[in-house]
């Protein structure tokens, strides 16, 4: 089984830009979330959609925002890119919602100039 | 608010050496505990988890962790590591909330192996 997908894996975008990141999880599952990571901030949770509605969401600005596909897939978009928005991101996939593990994917390196 | 807390940075450990690796977390109800292991440039892997039920669970690579809620702690352990184990570790509590599940991850050790 294939695991989780993230494209692209890098990306550098100049401040002021929107960034569009993808996700394909894990066959059969139904929840992804996504996650920042930085050196300062360490992982920080952004949202988790399943069946294409955002359950979830955490302490970020609305230019922060996602969607998901009828087939799960996912997207994150980053609007007007400041340069704190550097970062790994990473989407996690879970069979359902509630106690299950996720796996998460090799993540989208982001560097804003 | 949920928290996690691994008070170790950085740990160094000889090559073929035990580990243990120190996590403690914060959580009002019976919490979900998980290790993920990062490597370089890399994404997540999971380690282990602990739902429920013996408190002592095993995961892949040879790691294991207990579970001590009297002391809100659930370390992660190996008996001897190999150069291959150099990442960095993170400790990660499932919060719940509406039914959903977010993960809240500690500040995570890095670990270095010596030869």
């Known amino acids: 089984k294939a695991g989780v997908t993230q494209t692209p894996r890098y990306l550098i975008k100049t401040r002021g830009q929107q960034v569009t990141l993808s996700c394909s999880p894990i066959s059969g599952h139904r929840s992804v979330s996504w996650y920042q990571q930085t050196p300062g901030q360490g992982l920080q949770f952004l949202f988790e959609y399943f069946s294409e509605t955002q359950r979830n969401k955490g302490n970020f600005p609305g230019r922060f925002s996602g969607r998901q596909f009828s087939n799960s897939r996912s997207e994150m978009n980053v609007s007007t890119l400041e340069l704190g928005d550097s970062a790994l991101y990473l989407c996690?996939?879970?069979?359902?919602?509630?106690?299950?593990?996720?796996?998460f994917g090799q993540g989208t390196r982001l560097t804003v100039v | 608010a949920q928290s996690v807390t691994q008070p170790d940075i950085h740990i160094t450990v000889s090559e073929g050496a035990s580990l243990e690796l120190r996590c403690n977390y914060s959580?009002?109800?019976?919490?979900?505990l998980f290790w993920y292991v990062q490597s370089p440039g890399q994404g997540l892997q999971l380690l282990l988890k602990?739902?429920?039920?013996?408190?002592l669970v095993q995961g892949i690579k040879g790691f294991e962790a207990e579970f001590k809620r009297s002391q809100s702690s659930f370390n992660l352990r190996k008996p001897s590591v190999h150069w291959s184990d150099a990442a960095e570790y993170f400790c990660?509590?499932?919060?719940?909330?509406?039914?959903?599940?977010?993960?809240?991850f500690g500040q995570g050790t890095r670990l270095t192996i010596n030869p």
């Open positions: 602990y739902f429920s039920g013996d408190t």
């Open positions: 959580y009002g109800a019976t919490p979900y």
């Open positions: 990660a509590v499932g919060e719940r909330i509406q039914g959903a599940q977010k993960l809240v």
């Open positions: 996690a996939s879970s069979l359902d919602r509630g106690r299950t593990e996720a796996f």
